[in-house]
């Protein structure tokens, strides 16, 4: 049972093989036994779920059910959940109850979906191994001492420990797809605007964009076309109509251009995953994809430019956690200022801070122009790298990391060498674009995957071609041992 | 030495919008504290600011009516700061591009002079809430209805002078305001709030002096005081060789002086930058063409149109218009009395306005109606009553005793016309009073008064004053 | 880039953050490396370049001035560390704000 799809679920609960609540159980009863050595869930709401899920049966005893109804799914707790705990992997949210639902929350629960439970997460989305949460770290399923990846590790963890059949997440810098990655499963990221960021906790709000993990492409577009749409309280949700994500997947690629960028496959990749791309990469070309070589010139910058308008967009964004209306309030606060700096120094992590105080310095009298400013030209510089290559190419295929995942505590004292990870991933977000991460092998028993992005609002394509390739190969079915 | 005076002024202008700039929360002032604060102005995780379009077009009214720029792009962009009363740790406002941009105000002064004060731009931003210092258990509590609140910044150049010429700008601009019905410029509740920026410097010089700026200060009057009061401190610091540090200072109305707010730690770095939760507002021509076609009559026009139709002063005019609804109330009041443009100003000004002032009403609270002030001064027009007598008859409508000519009738206050009746009137007191008609004959021209008096006397003051008088003048040469 | 600890004080201060002497010291080498680290930014070029606010070339939508929020006062404030008479409390705010 674990082990079916999102797809095959739907069908089962269709068949009435099995009901909402039972499968709900079933994954509560798995959590339970799995998740305290793996750390991948904060909260788990076993009642809201068991709730939601005898909605479900009922409502398909009426005849009213749709292809997610009663779809168990598990939420990164950095989307407001009404009445549950949403802590966004910090102590400065551990006491606060949403008093309201994400749109994307209130989209999936719409369709039908039972929500198991609020995933661990870096803390506010700062990291990309799962080490700053809070709650401590969450454990890569494939290998314990190693990390998930981040800042969705609890999400991806979760899926691939085969605790929910999907999960969703939020990627700023690659927080889906590198998660995605070091945890074998397939997790995308829309374009910017495509899914709505009103209840999603603001980390970087240029950036920040939410979205899923499954087992599959065609999970992921089934709970697209639920997840995404316009939102009007989202002043930067875009108006574009939501396509059926699941009436392209199989489309032939026959002649499909495939870009490579010269920059992504250099020294610094790892031998053992150039390999592997490269076998995956053979797989296309039997499907009559016409692979060439694309350069994408600016490709170093995006790393310091992402660690410029990141830092700067959530060094404000953080300002309002000043424990006055909710959240970390210290004991017996002296005056005002001390209010103010206890809650927020006792409330915040490392990382936090950190990237608070880059970004308070990057705005400061004086440096805008060297250094927000100068981020933002060079951001255009790196969105026209991908105007320009999508006038010879369809999508883009890359490695989503540079190597797989590494040891717990390799890299928490070197914050550069944790940035770097990201190196493939943080384009995207710059210029808005869709991405996907599919597992395409493993390297020293550990997952590898391979990214494909598109032009903007491409999800449809993204989706065809990454389903296409699994239609081929079985990475995307592999499971850890002992889940 | 000579001293300059250099006034700039800031005027925060609460739009009259029904919700919030950023959010669909109600605006309406008095509810219970926090009643009206909704997710987003509370700044609650994950919420996000969507921007309200009658706040824009308010905006571009202003613009209009201040002959200025209307910005095709403008910018948010978010003022970082820690504050109780600021949910978000920022205050959406803009920067670097306001949606208005150069505009003027052309203000009468009084000395008739028109000048043109120039107005450097406006732009939108977000209200804090209010922090209520009465002590629960001496700490402060926070009423976060008034977040949100869109308000339209609106900075002068350091064009004024004299605090005269600060009050009449802001006058002009006040009226502005309220003519286009965008603020309802209520500076008791704190939609219409005025900040001065004061500065001295030699006569002559073309460099400016350091400027103070005086803030929180709710009326005209006090406006006035504390710009005068603090140039003379200004000039009696540089006099005695000191120096003005820039700092910004409170009026206390009860001294009247002027006294350094609580200095504040270093200035604050309020590290601007483009707030990424919205987008640039591009302007669309066309509207802004349809919002131009509904302006309502601007101040400056109804001033200009009153004194060619009406052939008012400028000064009578600019009273007028002071507020659309005195300037309609004028306007019926001239109809209703057979178009005596002139007569009905002066009864408007000189009589109606001080009794409103002396009872704090507004024109529309006016126990008396145009209509009913039209009609009494037709009756004048007409001869039917002195304008002494009509005075009498002002103050019984003001009392609600009836209708003009009901009260007329009731009191008996016709004046008198009849010729015969008022040479009769005459001769009993050329009889009655023959040393007053001799002297007078022999010269004492002065005595005239007293016989108009005694005429009045008689009368009960209901005698048509110009032809007593020439019937007198004709009966004592004898 | 080097940051002084003073420097690092007066960040930490902006933002509203404690620290204690050591971590200013550890925030000093941290955020110098990465400042040094964004310094490759100067590498390229960008005087005739318009900046990138937003990865999408759309403007800001507007909304009609009509009320859709509802008074959620007693939801909200069953979250809030301390309230009284409806009021968010504090530490006492002795000055005027700007």
Same mark, same amino acid.
């Given at each position: 049972?674990?082990?079916?799809?999102?797809?095959?679920?739907?069908?089962?609960?269709?068949?009435?093989?099995?009901?909402?609540? $039972?499968?709900?159980?079933f994954?509560?009863?798995?959590?339970?036994?799995f998740?305290?050595?793996?750390?991948?869930?904060?909260?788990?709401?076993?009642?809201?779920?068991?709730?939601?899920?005898?909605?479900?049966?009922?409502k %398909?005893?009426?005849?009213?059910?749709?292809?997610?109804?009663?779809?168990?799914?598990?939420? #990164?707790?950095?989307?407001?959940?009404?009445?549950?705990?949403? &802590?966004?992997?910090?102590?400065m949210?551990?006491?606060?109850?949403?008093?309201y639902?994400?749109?994307?929350?209130?989209?999936?629960?719409?369709?039908?979906?039972?929500?198991?439970?609020?995933?661990?997460?870096?803390?506010?989305?700062?990291?990309?191994?799962?080490?700053?949460? *809070?709650?401590?770290?969450?454990?890569?399923?494939?290998?314990?001492?190693?990390?998930?990846?981040?800042?969705?590790?609890?999400?991806?963890?979760?899926?691939?420990?085969?605790?929910?059949?999907a999960?969703?997440?939020?990627?700023?810098?690659?927080? =889906?797809?590198?998660?995605?990655?070091?945890?074998?499963?397939?997790?995308?990221?829309p374009t910017? !605007?495509?899914?709505?960021?009103?209840?999603?906790?603001?980390?970087?709000?240029?950036?920040?964009?939410?979205?899923?993990?499954?087992?599959?492409?065609?999970?992921?577009?089934?709970?697209?076309?639920?997840?995404?749409?316009?939102?009007?309280?989202?002043?930067?949700?875009?108006?574009?109509?939501?396509?059926?994500?699941?009436?392209?997947?199989?489309n032939?690629?026959?002649?499909?251009? =495939?870009?490579?960028?010269?920059?992504?496959?250099?020294?610094?990749l790892?031998?053992?995953?150039?390999?592997?791309?490269? &076998?995956?990469?053979?797989?296309?070309e039997?499907?009559?994809?016409?692979?060439e070589?694309?350069?994408?010139?600016?490709?170093?910058?995006?790393?310091?430019?992402?660690?410029?308008?990141?830092?700067?967009?959530?060094?404000?964004?953080?300002?309002?956690?000043?424990?006055v209306?909710?959240?970390?309030?210290?004991?017996?606060?002296?005056?005002?200022?001390?209010?103010?700096?206890?809650?927020?120094?006792?409330?915040?992590g490392? $990382?936090?801070?950190?990237r608070?105080?880059?970004?308070t310095?990057?705005?400061?009298?004086?440096?805008?122009?060297?250094?927000?400013?100068?981020?933002?030209?060079?951001?255009?510089?790196?969105?026209?790298?991908?105007?320009?290559?999508?006038?010879?190419?369809?999508?883009?295929?890359?490695?989503?990391?540079?190597?797989?995942?590494?040891?717990?505590?390799?890299?928490?004292?070197?914050?550069?060498?944790?940035?770097?990870?990201?190196?493939?991933?943080?384009?995207?977000n710059?210029?808005?674009?869709?991405?996907?991460?599919?597992?395409?092998?493993?390297?020293?028993?550990?997952?590898?995957?391979?990214?494909?992005?598109?032009?903007?609002?491409?999800?449809?394509?993204?989706?065809?071609?990454?389903?296409?390739?699994?239609t081929?190969? @079985?990475w995307?079915?592999?499971s850890?041992?002992?889940? | 030495?000579?001293?300059?005076?250099?006034?700039g002024?800031?005027?925060?202008?609460?739009?009259?919008?029904?919700?919030?700039?950023?959010s669909?929360?109600?605006?309406?002032?008095?509810?219970?504290?926090?009643?009206?604060?909704?997710?987003?102005?509370?700044?609650?995780?994950?919420?996000?600011?969507?921007?309200?379009?009658?706040?824009?077009?308010?905006?571009?009214?202003?613009?209009?009516?201040?002959?200025?720029?209307?910005?095709?792009?403008?910018?948010?962009?978010?003022?970082?700061?820690?504050?109780?009363?600021?949910?978000?740790? *920022?205050?959406?406002?803009?920067? $670097?591009?306001?949606?208005?941009?150069?505009?003027?105000?052309?203000?009468?002064?009084?000395?008739?002079?028109?000048?043109?004060?120039?107005?450097?731009?406006?732009?939108?931003?977000?209200?804090?809430?209010?922090?209520?210092?009465?002590?629960?258990?001496?700490?402060?509590?926070?009423?976060?209805?008034?977040?949100?609140?869109?308000?339209?910044e609106?900075?002068?150049?350091?064009?004024?002078?004299?605090?005269?010429?600060? =009050?009449?700008?802001?006058?002009?601009?006040?009226?502005?305001?309220?003519?286009?019905?965008?603020?309802?410029?209520?500076?008791?509740?704190?939609?219409?709030?005025?900040d001065?920026?004061?500065?001295?410097?030699p #006569?002559?010089?073309?460099?400016?002096?350091?400027?103070?700026?005086?803030k929180?200060?709710?009326?005209?009057?006090?406006?006035?005081?504390?710009?005068?009061? $603090?140039?003379?401190?200004?000039?009696?610091?540089?006099?005695?060789?000191?120096?003005?540090?820039?700092? &910004?200072?409170? *009026?206390?109305?009860?001294?009247?002086?002027?006294?350094?707010?609580?200095?504040?730690?270093?200035?604050?770095?309020?590290?601007?930058?483009?707030?990424?939760d919205?987008?640039?507002?591009?302007?669309?021509?066309?509207?802004?063409?349809?919002?131009?076609?509904?302006?309502?009559?601007?101040?400056?026009?109804?001033?200009?149109?009153?004194?060619?139709?009406?052939?008012?002063?400028?000064?009578?005019?600019?009273?007028?218009?002071?507020?659309?609804?005195?300037?309609?109330?004028?306007?019926?009041?001239v109809?209703?009395?057979?178009?005596?443009?002139k007569?009905?100003?002066?009864?408007?000004?000189?009589?109606?306005?001080?009794?409103?002032?002396?009872?704090?009403?507004?024109?529309?609270?006016?126990?008396?109606?145009?209509?009913?002030?039209?009609?009494?001064?037709?009756?004048?027009?007409?001869?039917?009553?002195?304008? #002494?007598?009509?005075?009498?008859?002002?103050?019984?409508?003001?009392?609600?005793?009836?209708?003009?000519?009901?009260?007329?009738?009731?009191?008996?206050?016709?004046?008198? /016309? @009849?010729?015969?009746?008022?040479?009769?009137?005459? @001769?009993?007191?050329?009889?009655?009073?023959?040393?007053?008609?001799?002297?007078?004959?022999?010269?004492?021209e002065?005595?005239?008064?007293?016989?108009?008096?005694?005429?009045?006397?008689?009368?009960? !003051?209901?005698?048509?004053?110009?032809?007593?008088?020439?019937?007198?003048?004709?009966?004592?040469?004898? | 880039?080097?940051?002084?600890?003073?420097?690092?004080?007066?960040?930490?201060?902006?933002?509203?953050?404690?620290?204690?002497?050591?971590?200013?010291?550890?925030?000093?080498?941290?955020? /110098?490396? =990465?400042?040094?680290?964004?310094?490759?930014?100067n590498?390229?070029?960008?005087?005739?370049?318009?900046?990138?606010?937003?990865?999408?070339?759309i403007?800001? %939508?507007?909304?009609?001035?009509?009320? &859709?929020?509802?008074?959620?006062?007693?939801?909200?404030?069953?979250?809030?560390?301390?309230?009284?008479?409806?009021?968010?409390?504090?530490?006492?705010?002795?000055?005027?704000?700007?």
């Amino acid at each position: 049972m674990q082990h079916k799809t999102v797809a095959e679920l739907s069908r089962e609960l269709t068949e009435k093989k099995i009901s909402s609540v $039972e499968l709900t159980q079933f994954f509560l009863e798995r959590i339970k036994h799995f998740d305290s050595t793996l750390n991948s869930f904060i909260t788990v709401s076993e009642d809201y779920a068991l709730t939601a899920a005898k909605d479900a049966d009922a409502k %398909r005893a009426q005849g009213k059910a749709s292809p997610l109804t009663g779809i168990p799914i598990a939420h #990164k707790d950095i989307f407001c959940t009404d009445g549950v705990k949403t &802590t966004c992997g910090s102590k400065m949210l551990d006491n606060f109850i949403a008093p309201y639902n994400a749109t994307v929350i209130q989209n999936l629960n719409d369709a039908g979906t039972v929500m198991l439970g609020k995933t661990n997460m870096d803390e506010f989305a700062m990291g990309s191994s799962n080490e700053t949460s *809070y709650y401590g770290p969450v454990k890569n399923p494939w290998q314990s001492d190693y990390v998930s990846g981040g800042s969705s590790g609890g999400s991806a963890a979760s899926v691939a420990a085969l605790l929910a059949p999907a999960s969703t997440g939020t990627d700023t810098g690659g927080s =889906i797809r590198q998660p995605a990655a070091l945890c074998g499963i397939t997790g995308l990221k829309p374009t910017y !605007g495509r899914a709505s960021r009103y209840g999603m906790i603001a980390f970087a709000s240029s950036l920040d964009q939410a979205g899923l993990f499954a087992h599959t492409a065609e999970d992921v577009a089934l709970l697209l076309n639920a997840m995404a749409g316009f939102d009007e309280k989202d002043s930067t949700s875009v108006n574009h109509p939501v396509p059926d994500y699941t009436a392209a997947l199989n489309n032939n690629l026959k002649g499909l251009r =495939i870009g490579l960028p010269k920059e992504y496959f250099n020294a610094g990749l790892n031998n053992e995953v150039a390999q592997t791309i490269q &076998t995956a990469i053979r797989e296309y070309e039997k499907l009559g994809a016409v692979i060439e070589e694309i350069s994408l010139p600016n490709t170093a910058l995006s790393v310091p430019v992402y660690y410029v308008i990141a830092p700067a967009e959530c060094s404000s964004n953080l300002a309002r956690y000043d424990g006055v209306r909710y959240g970390y309030r210290c004991v017996n606060p002296a005056d005002l200022q001390d209010l103010y700096e206890r809650s927020r120094s006792e409330g915040f992590g490392t $990382e936090v801070k950190r990237r608070i105080m880059i970004g308070t310095y990057v705005l400061s009298a004086g440096y805008y122009d060297a250094y927000y400013l100068k981020a933002q030209k060079i951001r255009r510089l790196i969105c026209n790298d991908f105007v320009n290559a999508f006038k010879k190419v369809d999508v883009i295929l890359s490695p989503t990391t540079p190597t797989p995942a590494f040891k717990i505590g390799e890299k928490t004292s070197d914050p550069i060498s944790m940035y770097l990870s990201d190196i493939y991933t943080i384009a995207a977000n710059l210029a808005g674009l869709p991405g996907i991460s599919i597992p395409v092998g493993f390297v020293n028993q550990l997952p590898i995957g391979m990214q494909l992005i598109t032009n903007l609002f491409g999800e449809a394509k993204l989706l065809n071609v990454a389903h296409q390739y699994q239609t081929v190969t @079985d990475w995307h079915k592999q499971s850890p041992r002992g889940f | 030495m000579e001293w300059e005076t250099v006034i700039g002024l800031e005027v925060h202008a609460q739009l009259a919008t029904k919700t919030k700039i950023f959010s669909g929360a109600s605006t309406q002032f008095g509810a219970e504290p926090n009643t009206q604060a909704c997710a987003i102005d509370l700044g609650l995780p994950g919420v996000l600011p969507v921007l309200n379009k009658e706040v824009v077009e308010m905006a571009v009214k202003f613009g209009l009516g201040a002959n200025a720029e209307i910005a095709p792009k403008s910018v948010f962009a978010r003022k970082n700061y820690f504050y109780p009363d600021l949910p978000k740790g *920022y205050q959406i406002s803009q920067y $670097e591009l306001p949606i208005v941009g150069k505009g003027y105000l052309d203000v009468l002064l009084d000395n008739n002079e028109t000048k043109r004060i120039n107005i450097t731009r406006a732009h939108l931003e977000e209200d804090a809430g209010k922090s209520l210092h009465e002590d629960f258990h001496g700490l402060s509590g926070i009423d976060l209805n008034r977040a949100g609140t869109p308000l339209l910044e609106i900075v002068s150049e350091p064009d004024m002078r004299s605090a005269k010429e600060a =009050i009449a700008y802001l006058k002009t601009l006040h009226a502005l305001v309220r003519y286009l019905e965008i603020c309802d410029g209520n500076m008791q509740e704190g939609s219409f709030r005025c900040d001065a920026n004061v500065s001295v410097r030699p #006569k002559g010089s073309d460099k400016y002096g350091t400027r103070t700026e005086l803030k929180n200060i709710n009326s005209f009057r006090f406006i006035e005081r504390a710009i005068n009061y $603090e140039v003379e401190r200004q000039i009696q610091v540089l006099e005695s060789g000191g120096s003005i540090k820039q700092e &910004t200072r409170l *009026y206390d109305p009860d001294k009247n002086e002027t006294r350094t707010m609580r200095s504040k730690e270093e200035a604050n770095d309020y590290r601007y930058f483009p707030d990424p939760d919205l987008l640039p507002l591009i302007m669309d021509t066309n509207w802004i063409k349809q919002i131009k076609e509904k302006l309502p009559e601007l101040p400056q026009q109804k001033r200009d149109r009153f004194i060619s139709q009406y052939q008012l002063s400028a000064y009578d005019a600019n009273i007028l218009v002071s507020s659309k609804e005195l300037a309609a109330y004028y306007e019926n009041v001239v109809k209703a009395s057979g178009e005596q443009a002139k007569l009905s100003a002066n009864w408007v000004i000189s009589e109606l306005l001080g009794v409103l002032n002396k009872s704090n009403l507004d024109i529309l609270e006016s126990p008396i109606t145009s209509q009913q002030l039209g009609k009494l001064i037709s009756r004048i027009a007409d001869d039917t009553i002195s304008g #002494k007598i009509a005075k009498t008859i002002f103050e019984a409508l003001w009392n609600k005793e009836g209708e003009v000519d009901e009260i007329i009738e009731k009191r008996g206050l016709k004046q008198v /016309s @009849d010729t015969g009746a008022i040479e009769k009137m005459i @001769d009993e007191i050329i009889a009655a009073n023959p040393q007053q008609v001799a002297d007078y004959r022999a010269g004492k021209e002065k005595l005239f008064g007293y016989f108009v008096g005694q005429a009045m006397k008689v009368s009960g !003051g209901k005698l048509n004053p110009q032809q007593l008088n020439e019937l007198l003048k004709k009966k004592l040469q004898g | 880039m080097s940051l002084t600890p003073d420097a690092v004080k007066k960040i930490a201060h902006l933002a509203r953050l404690s620290l204690s002497e050591d971590d200013i010291a550890l925030y000093s080498t941290q955020l /110098s490396k =990465i400042l040094d680290f964004i310094e490759q930014m100067n590498q390229v070029d960008t005087t005739q370049i318009e900046p990138l606010a937003h990865p999408l070339d759309i403007s800001q %939508r507007l909304r009609p001035d009509v009320i &859709t929020e509802p008074n959620l006062r007693n939801k909200y404030q069953t979250i809030a560390p301390q309230v009284e008479a409806g009021l968010y409390l504090v530490p006492k705010v002795i000055e005027e704000a700007s």
